[in-house]
């Protein structure tokens, strides 16, 4: 099965934009969460985006990575942070990470074709 990451991301933001309708105490408590947790502070947004990714690879979460790569892309991420960052997700994470690297690897390439 092959994920069209960009596609996904856009799909996800319509589910939560809908789920956020019907449950806004939590959905903004976690927009909330998001926010606080990405701003720059002692780290900038693109390394907390970076550490973001990792741990998506690492839980096995196709659609977290659809977000983190998207996002670690537009905080400034450059393709070889990236790829550092999915190395260390394989290291913490083992086989299973590795699978998931290669999805993450797939969405780097679909989102850096998007935009050229």
């Known amino acids: 099965m092959s994920i069209n990451f960009p596609e996904r991301r856009h799909e996800l933001q319509g589910l939560m934009l ?9 959905l ?3 927009a909330n969460l ?15 985006e970076l550490i973001a990714l990792g741990i998506a690879v690492a839980q096995r979460c196709e659609s977290c990575i659809a977000y983190h790569v998207h996002d670690a892309l537009k905080a400034g991420a450059s393709r070889a942070e990236v790829l550092e960052a999915l190395g260390v997700a ?5 086989g299973p990470a590795t699978m998931y690297a290669c999805d993450a690897l797939a969405a780097l390439e679909q989102f850096e074709g998007a935009q050229k």
């Not at 809908?18 to 939590?26: F, Q």
């Not at 606080?36 to 502070?41: R, V």
């Not at 394989?90 to 083992?94: L, R």
């Open 90 to 94: 394989v290291m913490m994470g083992g």
């Open 28 to 30: 903004g408590g976690f």
């Open 34 to 48: 998001h926010k606080a947790a990405t701003t720059s502070g002692a780290l900038d947004g693109k390394i907390k």
């Open 18 to 26: 809908r789920l956020g309708r019907d449950i806004p105490g939590p």
